[in-house]
């Protein structure tokens, strides 16, 4: 018989010179799927700002933003973060810089930057601003500081948040854009007598009205809000539940003591950050309005 090596040979010395011969084609490539962005934009709760042993509020890999993305990249293996989120960020130094350094100047325009050198790859971007602005009496109240600051609080962040959506809009043409409204720490004060349940009133009802205006401006620009004020049960002061070392306190208060460090003993507490659980629940929040 005959040996098939000659005509083997043959074959191989056709594939490697191009030529289209029956059996020689090469195996088909797979090529990886464009990389796609989730533009986190904020302040500390973006980065997972939480205290350390020390009491100091350090940056973890913990917070809403990582835990949304872990959650988006199982459907989505191509995702990838890009998180621009400042600690101590405010309304207003989103819009001008002065907090965190960003080579454009502010974390707007690095987003704004961001989203035009990505244009059309960007899927998702998650907002939460507002909770440190130095009118936070709304969010932080007292008996004595809400009434004289209130107007004039809500007239600088919803038009600080306007100018912040009228930038990013524009930029983000066709992406989901997420706003986050906010839990409120300051229920807390419920567990100090009747002095402080009447504060915890106080600060829900303010903040129910603050959360009410951001809502307003996100939808206004088309963006949808992740309701975590309601995911915290803020303005629920019935259905008492049983806190471990806490006793029985109202559903609003004991999310804030089981779901943040604000009724933390010293020195990581009090401290108004959300923990690993809370993170988990604000993230949720954001699947739930859509981000998925």
Same mark, same amino acid.
């Given at each position: ?152 609080? /809500?007239? #600088?962040?919803? $038009? ?6 009228? %930038?990013?809009?524009?930029? &983000?043409? *066709?992406? =989901? !854009? ?23 009133? /106080?600060? #829900?009802?303010? $903040? ?6 951001? %809502?307003?401006?996100?939808? &206004?620009? *088309?963006? =949808? !809000? ?28 004991? $999310? ?37």
């Amino acid at each position: 018989m005959r040996s098939a090596l000659p005509a083997l040979a043959a074959v191989v010395a056709a594939c490697l010179a191009g030529a289209v011969v029956t059996g020689c084609s090469a195996p088909p490539r797979h090529h990886a799927p464009p990389a796609s962005y989730y533009l986190a934009l904020g302040d500390s709760l973006s980065q997972g700002v939480q205290p350390n042993s020390s009491g100091a509020s350090v940056e973890t890999r913990d917070g809403y933003a990582n835990l949304l993305y872990a959650a988006l990249r199982r459907h989505h293996p191509g995702l990838r973060l890009a998180d621009l989120g400042c600690p101590g960020e405010t309304t207003a130094t989103m819009i001008r810089g002065g907090t965190c350094d960003y080579r454009a100047g502010s974390q707007l325009a690095a987003a704004v930057s961001f989203l035009r050198a990505h244009r059309g790859r960007v899927s998702l971007i998650t907002v939460d601003i507002g909770a440190n602005d130095p009118n936070s009496c709304i969010l932080r109240p007292s008996f004595a500081r809400l009434m004289p600051c209130a107007g004039k609080a /809500l007239l #600088e962040t919803t $038009a600080n948040l306007t100018k912040i959506m009228t %930038a990013l809009r524009p930029a &983000a043409r *066709g992406t =989901r !854009i997420i706003g986050m409204n906010y839990y409120l720490p300051e229920l807390a004060e419920w567990r100090h007598g009747f002095a402080g349940e009447m504060l915890a009133r /106080l600060a #829900e009802f303010a $903040a129910l009205g603050y959360n009410t205006l951001l %809502a307003r401006v996100y939808r &206004a620009y *088309g963006a =949808r !809000i992740a309701n975590v004020f309601g995911a915290f049960h803020t303005s629920d002061f019935a259905d008492p539940v049983t806190v471990p070392g806490f006793g029985r306190l109202p559903r609003n208060v004991a $999310a804030i003591c089981r779901w943040t460090w604000q009724c933390a003993a010293p020195p990581r507490g009090p401290n108004q950050h959300a923990n690993q659980a809370g993170y988990a629940v604000i993230a949720r929040a954001f699947l739930l309005a859509g981000a998925s």
